[in-house]
Nanobody, 124 residues
């Protein structure tokens, strides 16, 4: 079992920045991709970004591309999501998840372990 804990959420003004962290414990972290997803009130969960096991490849949803950057530190078993130029529509609960393989995908069904999520609120 892998436990994932997200931190770094909160309230920020539009145009501001925030960095989320996802710390893993237990189980295996190193050889698996990690993804970030978000869910806004009344909306379905949506893919935000993913990073492969080594950190050499990332993929982003079109609506965050150029604004968000995902990275990982395998020694610390932690993944980061740097969010810049935040918009009100980025307001959501952000959750990280461990994939079932080393590549990652945009499909939430390909992720086995999920964190509880952290609230990000962007005021306009």
């Amino acid at each position: 079992q892998v436990q994932l804990v997200e931190t770094g959420g909160g309230l920020v003004q539009a145009g501001g920045s925030m960095r989320l962290s996802c710390a893993a414990s237990g189980g295996t972290f190193l050889y698996y991709a990690i993804g970030w997803f978000r869910q806004a009130p009344g909306k379905e969960r949506e893919f935000v970004s993913t990073i492969n096991w080594s950190g050499s490849e990332t993929d982003y949803a079109h609506f965050v591309k150029g604004r968000f950057t995902m990275s990982r530190d395998n020694a610390k078993k932690t993944v980061y999501l740097q969010m810049n130029s935040l918009k009100a529509e980025d307001t959501a609960v952000y959750s990280c998840a461990r994939s079932t393989d080393e590549y990652g995908s945009s499909r939430d069904g390909d992720y086995l372990y999920w964190g509880q999520g952290t609230q990000v609120t962007v005021s306009s």
